[in-house]
C-alpha cells in the first residue's frame, strides 16, 4: 500500500512538473504580434511614450513579423505625405527593407522632445507601406504627453520664480443658440519674482481658440486670456477642458472649464 501511495504521488509530480514546462515555453505568435494587417503581424500599431519632458529623449521599438507566403518589402512615411523626411524630433529607422516569410524585422524609434515646440497631447501618425498585396498601407501613431522641464531649486531658488495665479477655472457661456460664437476671458497673474511664460493653450475638443494679451508677465503683471467657441456644426452640451502651459515650476499647466450647451436653430 505504501509502495502504490508513493507512485501515485511521483505520477501527480510529474504531471505538474509537465504542466508548469507547457507554461513557461516561449510566448505564442499572437501573443508576441497581437497586431494584424494583411500578411503582417505587428507588436502594436500605437505607441504611446507616456510623459516626456522637455529636455528627453525616448526609444521605442515597432516589431514585425511576416505570416504570409511572399517576402514583404517595406518603408516609412509621415502620414499624407510620400516624403520619408521626419519632423526633427522624430526619427524611424528601419532594421532592414525586405522580411522574408516567417521573419522578423523591428522599427526604431528615437523622438527627442528637446526638438518640438508643443506641449500637452501630441499626436504624430506614420505610414508603414508595403508590398504587401492585401494591405499595402498600414498606418501606426506615436503619441507622448509633452511636459516643462524645471531644473531642481534650492529653497532660494523656489522663493524667487515666477508663479502663475487663476482666480477663475470655471467659465460658463450658458445656452447659444447654433452657428454663433461664445466668448468668455479670464485673466492670468504672476505672483512671482521672474518672467512668467504662456506656451501655449490647448483644448480637448474642435472649435476653442485663445488668445492672450500678453505671453511674457514680468512680476505683478497679468494677462487677459479671451477664449471664443465656434458652434458651427455643434449641437446639445459641449463642455471643453483648455489647458494653459506656461514655465510655472509649481503650475505648468492649468485646466479651464469652458461649459455651455448650443440650442438648435438658425442664427438669427
Do not use: W
Not at 183 to 211: C, M, W
Request: aromatic share 10%.
Amino acid at each position: 500500500m505504501r509502495y502504490l501511495l508513493l507512485y501515485f504521488l511521483l505520477l501527480c509530480s510529474t504531471e505538474l512538473y509537465g504542466q508548469r514546462t507547457i507554461v513557461a515555453s516561449g510566448p505564442m505568435l499572437e501573443d508576441r504580434f497581437p497586431k494584424k494587417s494583411g500578411s503582417l503581424r505587428a507588436s502594436k500599431f500605437s505607441i504611446y511614450l507616456g510623459k516626456v519632458k522637455k529636455n528627453d529623449v525616448k526609444l521605442d521599438t515597432l516589431f514585425l513579423y511576416n505570416e504570409g507566403n511572399e517576402a514583404i518589402r517595406y518603408t516609412v512615411y509621415m502620414h499624407n505625405t510620400t516624403s520619408k523626411d521626419f519632423p526633427p524630433h522624430l526619427s524611424v529607422s528601419l532594421k532592414d527593407s525586405l522580411i522574408l516569410p516567417g521573419k522578423e524585422s523591428y522599427l526604431a524609434i528615437r523622438y527627442d522632445a528637446r526638438k518640438i515646440d508643443d506641449y500637452g497631447f501630441v499626436l504624430d501618425r506614420c505610414v508603414l507601406m508595403t508590398t504587401d498585396t492585401e494591405t499595402p498601407a498600414k498606418q501606426f501613431s506615436i503619441t507622448a504627453q509633452l511636459e516643462d522641464y524645471f531644473p531642481p531649486m534650492t529653497a532660494q531658488d523656489s522663493a524667487s520664480v515666477q508663479r502663475a495665479r487663476i482666480p477663475v477655472t470655471v467659465l460658463e457661456y450658458g445656452t447659444i443658440q447654433a452657428g454663433r460664437k461664445a466668448s468668455r476671458t479670464f485673466t492670468i497673474y504672476n505672483d512671482g519674482q521672474s518672467e512668467l511664460v504662456i506656451h501655449k493653450a490647448k483644448s480637448n475638443g474642435p472649435g476653442i481658440t485663445v488668445q492672450f494679451s500678453k505671453s511674457n508677465l514680468s512680476p505683478g503683471d497679468s494677462s487677459l486670456a479671451t477664449v471664443e467657441f465656434s458652434t458651427f456644426g455643434k449641437s446639445g452640451i459641449n463642455n471643453r477642458i483648455i489647458s494653459i502651459f506656461m514655465n510655472d515650476p509649481a503650475l505648468s499647466e492649468a485646466k479651464i472649464q469652458f461649459n455651455g450647451t448650443v440650442a438648435e436653430g438658425k442664427k438669427d
